[in-house]
């Protein structure tokens, strides 16, 4: 089984930052380009930053720019979301997933899981 664990959610303050890590076991994390998404209650899941195998090239939601950065460490199989400027509409669960392609289109970021499934996510709330 692929398997992308998500941590370092929490609750913070608006304006505040937490930076999100996606581990992955049972895989070469290098072998994939990796997506970032939310999903906040009753919205459908979206994509917000995405990075290639490579980690040379990056995007992000029109949302995020300018305050989220995506990064990622391939020797600890790890892919990072920076998170600063945290305002209360980034309340969300956030997800990993291995993605296939990764585009800007308009403000939005088309992009989709290459798997089926999903972890359990981590929750970012952003409430004063």
């Known amino acids: 089984q692929l398997k992308l664990v998500e941590s370092g959610g929490g609750l913070v303050q608006p304006g505040g930052s937490l930076r999100l890590s996606c581990a992955a076991s049972?895989?070469?994390?290098?072998?994939?380009?990796i997506g970032w998404f939310r999903q906040a209650p009753g919205k459908e899941r979206e994509g917000v930053s995405c990075?290639?195998?490579?980690?040379?090239?990056?995007n992000y939601a029109d949302y995020v720019k300018g305050r989220f950065t995506i990064s990622r460490d391939n020797a600890e199989n790890t892919v990072y979301l920076q998170m600063n400027s945290l305002k209360p509409e980034d309340t969300a669960v956030y997800y990993c997933?291995?993605?296939?392609?990764?585009?800007?289109?308009?403000?939005?970021?088309?992009?989709?899981?290459?798997?089926?499934?999903w972890g359990q996510g981590t929750q970012v709330t952003v409430s004063s």
């Open positions: 997933a291995a993605i296939g392609p990764c585009r800007t289109s308009g403000t939005i970021l088309e992009v989709t899981a290459r798997f089926g499934s």
């Open positions: 049972g895989f070469t994390l290098e072998d994939y380009a």
């Open positions: 990075i290639s195998s490579s980690g040379v090239r990056a």
